[in-house]
């Protein structure tokens, strides 16, 4: 680990249950993230994957980096590299869940990028998010998916050129959930309704794809946890696109009755998740948690830690509260929802 010296620190026990045992789980599949860090760091991205990885707590289940990268490395990742958080921007950029948007990418991949090979993973990776939000069954997609997956060529081949015009007619409407549409969602608003008693509704992570507009309209009173993270974007250009009032932003977390929170997306970024969870069960009745289901799809790089069912257990004993869990309605994007109930 020579080459990652100053750079990264070993994480030695649980961040979660504190338990020092673990065992490996996977790597981390290239991204724009693993792009960004090996550039950052000045080491190849493949051997930094391979010495970067997941492992799981042999008590908890967490599954979380065997190393970190220092503060410095990731202000540099967040504040100079990928400033804005890209899928919290396509909310607002419906252009780019457009057939001609998605072919003009393609055009540029096959024809201008050349051997620029950030650029065609750019393209590569441009194509593939919209893939993901469109709404159908069809086989298509995922062999499509796949080929943009694979560090080759085979994106050239006159096969994969007549399916991608063949998909590109089945862009409609994102699909619910989707990076174009984001949390925003009735179904899961009343799913939460249904199972929390709640007045007040905050949220903390990126304010633009979550359920503040929703709960507005539903008479709540709303609030937004602007809080200071090195592992996160700093949202302050996505707080004004989202249109949040100046009360309606909070820069710390106080004791409240009949409140709901939202962690949407973020858990996973923290290197001290516990702290935090011990912070949001203290100050609200009930609160939940999205996050990605780490055993569906591999921990991806810039993710400190990935959450399942069991982790989720031995969450609520440690800060007493209610659990119930949700695979359904997020099923489509294997995200797991956890929720947290006053005991
Ligand atoms: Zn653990």
Known sequence: ???????????????????????????????????????????????????????????????????????????????????????????????????????NEFNNLIKFHKNNKEKINKSKRVMGSIISAIDSNSKTLKSCKKILNKDN?????????????????????????????????????????????????????????GMLKIAKRNKKKIFFYDRKENNFWNEKILIKKSRLKKREIVYSLDRKKNSLFGIIEYLDHLVRPLNFLNEVAYSNDSFFILTEDPTKNNLPIQHFTGFQHTTFFHIAKKINKLLILNNKILKSKNMILAIFKKN
Request: glycine share 4%; hydrophobic share 35%.
């Open 153 to 209: 060529e085979d994106y050239k081949k006159k096969k994969f050129q007549k399916n991608i015009l063949k998909i590109s007619n089945l862009i409609k409407k994102p699909k619910r959930f989707s990076r174009f549409v984001g949390y925003n969602d009735r179904i899961l608003w009343n799913y939460l309704m249904k199972i929390t008693n709640f007045k007040i509704y905050g949220e903390v992570g990126c304010p633009s794809w």
């Open 1 to 103: 680990m020579k080459f990652l010296t100053g750079k990264t620190f070993k994480i030695k026990s649980c961040p979660i249950c504190g338990f020092t045992n673990n065992v490996f789980h996977s790597l981390s599949k290239k991204n724009l993230y693993s792009e960004k860090i090996s550039k950052i760091l000045n080491v190849n991205e493949n051997k930094m994957l391979s010495k970067i990885y997941n492992v799981k707590c042999k008590k908890c289940s967490l599954i979380y980096k065997n190393f970190w990268f220092k503060p410095k490395i990731i202000k540099i990742l967040f504040k100079k590299e990928i400033p804005l958080h890209p899928k919290g921007m396509d909310i607002f950029e419906k252009k780019k869940f457009e057939k001609k948007y998605f072919l």
